[in-house]
Structure formats: structure tokens, C-alpha cells
Antibody, heavy 120, light 110 residues
Framework: EVQLVQSGAEVKKPGEPLKISCKGS????????IAWVRQMPGKGLEWMGI????????RYSPSFQGQVTISVDKSISTAYLQWSTLKASDTAMYYC?????????????WGQGTLVTASS | QTVVTQEPSFSVSPGGTVTLTCGLS?????????PSWYQQTPGQAPRTLIY???TRSSGVPDRFSGSILGNKAALTITGAQADDESDYYC??????????FGGGTKLTVL
């Protein structure tokens, strides 16, 4: 069975760095794009960016370009989302999602989410 | 900056039919955007309902259907049930690996 398992909740102070993860299993991890999606408290879903583990090709939403870094370690089937300097406004739930592999362009599996709290 | 538009809220009576839409602030939504729909209940990850405009994801009841209506993508729930009360999001593939989500519709069943 396909699974995307995300790392646990994080509580950090503004200004601190952070890296969260999304580990895929039950499928060929290198062959499917992995996206990151933000959901701020009480708000909607926002697409942040996407990475292809096979060659680390990465695309970002203009809203998030330069604010976060998406990376992958295909040897351990894990994608990452990282911040060099957290802001209070980064407080949100973050989901990873797998894009389907049949060029049907949808997200077919979702991680359980990682809650990030940035507060002094 | 293009925005994907959805009704902020909608209500439907149990057993009734409701159509939620997904549009673009400039231009029309067509099948070329591969519209997909996701259901989210509080505290849960999104669940995939519809992809490629009108294909139901595995396990999704057939009371959910997708289509293009005019210049928008649409999600229709026929025979709404109490547990359909959720937030619904559309997503559009904009090309070149770029995606956009709509702002979501909060559906109330009462």
C-alpha cells in the first residue's frame, strides 16, 4: 500500500531553521512527483512547490519561491521542506502529496500533515 | 496574478443536490487544466474525490460527480448526506509543473 508518512509536529522560535520530512513507501519513490501544501490555521490549501525525486527537478509557487527549499533524498525515499529562518507567519499545517504517475495530474495520496508552530 | 475562485460557502438540505464551482479570475477552466477535487473534514488530511474533470477516485460514492459547466469546473453532489458536510477544494494544473488550489468551499448540510 502507498503511504506518505510525515515527521512529527514542531515548535520553534521565529528565526530558527527547520526541516520537515515526508517518507514514501509502497511504490517506486523516484518515479512520482511529491508536492508540499500549506494550510494556515482556519484557511485553505496553498500549493507551495513540487519535486521529482528521480532527478530533483523542482518547481515553486511564486508565493513561496525564495521562502522555502524543497529537496529529496531518494536513497531513503524522503522529501523535505525546509526554512532557513522561520517566521511567526509560517505557523501552519504542512502536507505532502504524491502527484499521480499516469499524467492525469492530480494528487492521489496525501501525508498525514506536519503541524509547524513558530512562536516566541 | 491569476486566482482560482470557489464559492466561500454553500448549504444543502439532506437528500438535495448542490453544485460547487471552480473558476479562474481571468479565463475559463477547461479539461486542459485537469481539474481535481478534494474533500477535507476538520483535523484530517484532504481526500481525493474527482480527477481529470470527471473521474471518481477509488471508493468515492457515485453521488459525487465532476464536469465542466460553462467556463468553470463543477463538483455536483446528488443526494447529499450529513457526512458530506466538509470543505471542498479544487486544484488546477497550470502547466510546467505548476499547480493552484481554489480557496475552498465550506459545505453545510442542514
Amino acid at each position: 500500500e502507498v503511504q506518505l508518512v510525515q515527521s512529527g509536529a514542531e515548535v520553534k522560535k521565529p528565526g530558527e531553521p527547520l526541516k520537515i520530512s515526508c517518507k514514501g513507501s509502497g511504490y517506486s519513490f523516484s518515479s512520482y512527483w511529491i508536492a508540499w501544501v500549506r494550510q494556515m490555521p482556519g484557511k485553505g490549501l496553498e500549493w507551495m512547490g513540487i519535486i521529482y525525486p528521480g532527478d530533483s527537478d523542482t518547481r515553486y509557487s511564486p508565493s513561496f519561491q525564495g521562502q522555502v527549499t524543497i529537496s529529496v533524498d531518494k536513497s531513503i525515499s524522503t522529501a523535505y521542506l525546509q526554512w532557513s529562518t522561520l517566521k511567526a507567519s509560517d505557523t501552519a499545517m504542512y502536507y505532502c502529496a504524491r502527484q499521480d504517475g499516469a499524467a492525469l495530474f492530480y494528487f492521489d495520496w496525501w501525508g498525514q500533515g506536519t503541524l509547524v508552530t513558530a512562536s516566541s | 496574478q491569476t486566482v482560482v475562485t470557489q464559492e466561500p460557502s454553500f448549504s444543502v438540505s439532506p437528500g438535495g443536490t448542490v453544485t460547487l464551482t471552480c473558476g479562474l479570475s481571468s479565463g475559463s477552466v477547461s479539461t486542459n487544466y485537469y481539474p481535481s477535487w478534494y474533500q477535507q473534514t476538520p483535523g484530517q488530511a484532504p481526500r481525493t474525490l474527482i480527477y481529470s474533470t470527471n473521474t471518481r477516485s477509488s471508493g468515492v460514492p457515485d453521488r459525487f460527480s465532476g464536469s465542466i459547466l460553462g467556463n468553470k469546473a463543477a463538483l455536483t453532489i446528488t443526494g447529499a448526506q450529513a457526512d458530506d458536510e466538509s470543505d471542498y477544494y479544487c486544484a488546477l494544473y497550470m502547466g510546467s509543473g505548476i499547480w493552484m488550489f481554489g480557496g475552498g468551499t465550506k459545505l453545510t448540510v442542514l
